[in-house]
DNA sequence: GTATATGCAAAGGGTTTGCACGGTT
DNA sequence: AACCGTGCAAACCCTTTGCATATAC
């Protein structure tokens, strides 16, 4: 269920109380995470009929009314997440391909930091950082290989 | 021209050097910055003949030998710059496109603490934050306006 | 009733791939 | 001479768009 008032968030915006709408929000609050393609069969699961194209539209208007955000996290499909989660960077491992989240908090200070020194105002909601992950990094993970494809 | 070893550099890797492959070299250094098509125009300008996909494949060959990063900078195509660059990251504003850049040792305490308490090792080279540059995030800069397409 | 949203299908970027030819080793 | 790299064209994934129909208001 949406968070409590995302009708009149809607409505605001001057746009329409749908039921796709409702469902693509319910989709992502449920997810955490999730590419509109992921999204689409989330949605899918309860609504056969949805069209992707109207994930793509009403993501995109969700965004612009502040329900939801979107990151890039890496070469894919970008991510999407509702606003009322805690919020969160994302760690991109490079290796095994995982993704995982930690509390923006922990870049705060140096965002603050980047902020006095070069007038830039960072967006933390959007923040992915590539790298390797514990087990990927760790001397000789076995983990790390199995988790992908063993190519590449 | 080319960083100095980088034909050994592409021998230990076990790739033969080609006029392309100099080529693709060459104009990612003079570029600082460039998405593959971009690459791909400013080898034209000496060399016509030169495919699109061969950009590709030897970007992501060049990548490989580390002789060329690339980070992705928002919804499009990839950037891509030679390692001998001094280490950046990018700080890419959304409202009016610009991307700048700030020497990486600025996040480098930040990234250390990342690694200590959650063991992820981030990949310097591949930062690239959003958010409001200096003059978009003036309290109300016109400039902002102008240097982006007027809607959306 | 009117304007907005939707579904569908086609088009559009960016990237990858299969294949025959040409170049490097 | 053998194999790798290239150009070309087709295929692919993700996203956007045009249009007629359906729906919220």
Not at 60 to 83: I, N
Not at 99 to 127: K, N, P, W
């Amino acid at each position: 269920m949406p968070s409590a008032h995302w009708e009149q968030q809607l409505r605001l915006g001057g746009y329409r109380i749908t039921p796709q709408r409702r469902l693509v929000l319910e989709a992502v609050e449920r997810l955490g995470h999730g590419s509109p393609d992921e999204i689409l069969s989330e949605v899918q699961r309860t609504s056969a009929g949805v069209n992707l194209s109207t994930i793509y539209r009403n993501l995109e208007m969700l965004e612009e009314v502040g329900l939801v955000t979107h990151s890039h996290l890496g070469h894919g499909a970008p991510t999407y997440h509702s606003v009322d989660d805690h919020v969160h960077i994302h760690l991109v491992c490079g290796i095994c391909d995982d993704v995982s989240s930690v509390d923006a908090v922990v870049a705060q200070e140096f965002l603050e930091q980047l902020r006095l020194t070069t007038g830039f105002v960072t967006d933390i909601t959007h923040i992915a950082l590539q790298g390797r992950c514990a087990s990927c990094s760790a001397p000789d993970s076995a983990v790390a290989v199995d988790k992908k494809h063993a190519d590449h």
